[in-house]
């Protein structure tokens, strides 16, 4: 009862094995959206003018607001898991590959850019509360697997979000059977 597996999703921040999900604030991602008017409204701005610079200004302390919105969050959500769960287990992914093969979708990129810092504040709390944290291979098939029979049917296309087992018929959510893989 104790323990946690927890996804990392392509529409939510996280999903754990009994298919909550957890996402960033509203906040955060309407930041999001403020720091790209901005960003278009200063490309046309003059460099070095009083308007580039009064605009600058609020573009820093947009990314800023967005920083804290995004920290405090994190800090939240980790101290909630490290206090109520005795085990831990999610999946390492390479974030570097992940950026190289070109992932574009604005919340996608916001989740990418977070979960490193997530990573390290669990990693901190984990030892401070000792909990067990345990990161699953980043290359582990935590969606192909079926969760209640263990076959594999091999690589699906991201826009398939549920798992057909050809073998003992399960059909259940893509990312809540990764997650269920990752406990396991």
């Known amino acids: 009862n104790n323990q946690i597996g927890l996804d990392w999703g392509l529409k939510d921040y996280f999903i754990d094995n009994c298919g909550n999900t957890y996402n960033l604030p509203k906040s955060a991602i309407r930041q999001q959206v403020r720091i790209s008017k901005l960003q278009r409204i200063l490309a046309n ?3 070095g003018s009083k308007n580039f610079i009064k605009l600058k200004e609020k573009l820093n302390n947009a990314y800023l607001r967005q920083y804290n919105i995004k920290k405090d969050w994190i800090e939240k959500f980790t101290l909630e898991l490290c206090s109520n769960y005795n085990l831990i287990v999610i999946e390492d992914l390479d974030l570097i590959e992940m950026r190289r093969n070109g992932f574009k979708r604005r919340r996608y990129y916001m989740n990418i850019n977070s979960f490193y810092n997530f990573r390290i504040c669990l990693e901190q709390k984990t030892n401070r509360f000792e909990t067990n944290l345990v990161f699953v291979d980043k ?18 296309p ?27």
Do not use: E, M, W
């Open 139 to 156: 290359y582990f098939p935590s969606s192909q697997i079926c969760s209640k029979c263990g076959h594999s049917d091999g690589k699906k």
């Open 45 to 47: 701005k003059v460099k």
């Open 158 to 184: 991201l826009s398939q979000r549920t798992v057909n087992c050809s073998k003992c018929g399960n059909n259940i959510d893509r990312d809540i059977n990764a997650a269920i893989n990752i406990l396991q």
